[in-house]
């Protein structure tokens, strides 16, 4: 018996065990972008009253609202990138 690559047969696709919906990823990946978005231009600070004013020169420590949105812009990043890595692994 000829081995499937001989024979011109395309070779199912393994599974790794883990049953996921590349729709729900894809989904929650858009999700997330969008927040991460958002929540970095919440971050901006600066002298002007728009939102993309000029940003400051001086360091300062965050407090309060602005520690939170710092602390969350890196934990939407890591999300964000586990989630990348996991939609291209399992399409």
Not at 8 to 17: E, F, L
């Amino acid at each position: 018996m000829l081995p499937d690559v001989l024979c011109g047969m395309p070779r199912p696709r393994r599974n790794s065990g883990v049953p996921m919906n590349s729709n729900l990823l894809s989904v929650l990946e858009i999700i997330i972008a969008v927040t991460l978005v958002v929540v970095i231009l919440l971050q901006v600070r600066g002298s002007g009253t728009t939102l993309f004013g000029q940003a400051e020169s001086s360091f300062r420590t965050r407090r309060g609202i602005e520690r939170f949105l710092f602390r969350g812009t890196i934990v939407l990043a890591g999300m964000f990138t586990v989630i990348a890595v996991l939609t291209a692994r399992f399409n």
